[in-house]
């Protein structure tokens, strides 16, 4: 009996030290939800490829849905009838209904831009603006039109800057080579005034182009309290190119960003060389600087969503020197393909899915708007 017992203890230690006992996946997950900071929860349901989420208060949130539809959430609620309707959206593919800003004075004026592709035997994106009722839209005026769009690469991200000028961003439409043309719209950010016009100071005379040689610019945001723009774009991935080639890069007035003459690490003198690189394909889809300090640690990180490659990608910004970022993570990665990301009145964080635009895995309740929250 001595010797069994003996045995027997000295199993037990062995299996201790040799043999540690495996977590599963779901236990893996909920220890790390356990030790994080913020927990994701879905905010709304039953939408169909939410682009762009702008707050116009506390309570009420406006969403561009590509195939053409401006939806209202009201404290939580999804409302059945949409804002509006746009009956001459083109959306074949990656273009439709998509950029969507407030205008600076919007508390006073009600006033809100969109952007959408339309099809009059040439498919172009055309900036709108309108004043917000409440229950309708009024006051309909085109302030930009001509935009080239096509199937792939129709941009179209709209965000007003601290000069209150909007900026725009444009896809190369498929024709690479104009990219690097400052005659033609296609691969560029834009920076127009409120009414359509050109601003006097932007780099290139009677010109609405801000910067040029960019592939498909999605995400656009300032670091907090500065005038430096942070720019999230989509690479050749594997349509015309080696997989990936994503890029952040800081926007600069007037600067060339290389795209169709370098692409992934590759760059030549006189172009702008990216911050990062992602290479297999994240395909970015927007970018956001975090300003509340509500979640610990994210306060003036940059954070984009991800289609491709499923989850968000937080990028920790180097404080010395604005213009470069030191390292970055990923997160969120079982929710699917992610596109819009931004903040709420609230401090908190939040995003969307986008698994209904015909390259995703639908979920039940898709797509949905999810809030990142404090545990």
């Not at 006033?111 to 900036?127: E, T």
């Not at 917000?132 to 709209?158: Q, Y």
Request: proline share 6%; glycine share 10%; charged share 25%.
């Amino acid at each position: 009996m001595t010797i069994n017992l003996n045995l027997i203890i000295l199993v037990l230690i062995l299996n201790i030290f040799s043999c540690p006992e495996k977590q599963s996946p779901l236990e893996e997950q909920q220890i790390e939800k356990k030790n994080s900071d913020y927990k994701i929860e879905p905010f709304v349901r039953n939408l169909e490829v939410p682009w762009s989420i702008v707050f116009t208060s506390p309570d009420r949130i406006l969403v561009t849905e590509r195939p053409g539809r401006l939806r209202v959430v009201e404290n939580g609620n999804l409302n059945s009838k949409p804002l509006s309707e746009f009956s001459d959206v083109s959306s074949g593919s990656e273009e439709g209904l998509m950029g969507l800003a407030l205008d600076p004075d919007y508390e006073n004026n009600k006033l809100i831009y969109l952007s959408y592709a339309y099809n009059d035997g040439d498919l172009n994106v055309k900036v709108v603006r309108f004043k917000d009722i409440g229950t309708n839209l009024s006051d309909e005026k085109v302030i930009f039109d001509g935009i080239p769009a096509a199937r792939f690469h129709a941009g179209c991200r709209l965000k007003f800057g601290s000069d209150k000028k909007l900026y725009i961003t444009t896809g190369d439409a498929g024709d690479r080579k104009f990219a690097q043309d400052l005659d033609k719209l296609h691969g560029k950010i834009l920076r127009i005034n409120s009414d359509g016009s050109i601003p006097n100071d932007n780099p290139f005379p009677n010109s609405p182009v801000w910067t040029y040689g960019h592939r498909n610019p999605q995400g656009i945001d300032w670091y907090p309290g500065t005038d430096i723009l942070w720019e999230t774009e989509h690479g050749p991935s594997g349509f015309d190119g080696p997989g990936g080639g994503d890029e952040v890069n800081v926007i600069v007035k007037g600067k060339n960003y290389g795209w169709p003459i370098v692409s992934h690490n590759d760059n030549k003198e006189g172009l702008v060389a990216p911050v990062f690189v992602f290479t297999p394909a994240e395909a970015p889809a927007s970018g956001m600087f975090y300003k509340s300090g509500k979640i610990a640690g994210w306060k003036n990180n940059f954070f984009f969503g991800c289609l491709r490659g499923n989850g968000i990608i937080r990028v920790i910004v180097d404080e010395k020197d604005l213009s470069k970022g030191l390292s970055y993570e990923k997160f969120a990665t079982t929710y699917g393909r992610i596109r819009d990301i931004t903040e709420g009145p609230d401090g908190y964080i939040y995003f969307s899915s986008s698994n209904l635009d015909g390259r995703g895995n639908p979920k039940d309740g898709d797509d949905k708007i999810y809030r990142i929250t404090l545990q």
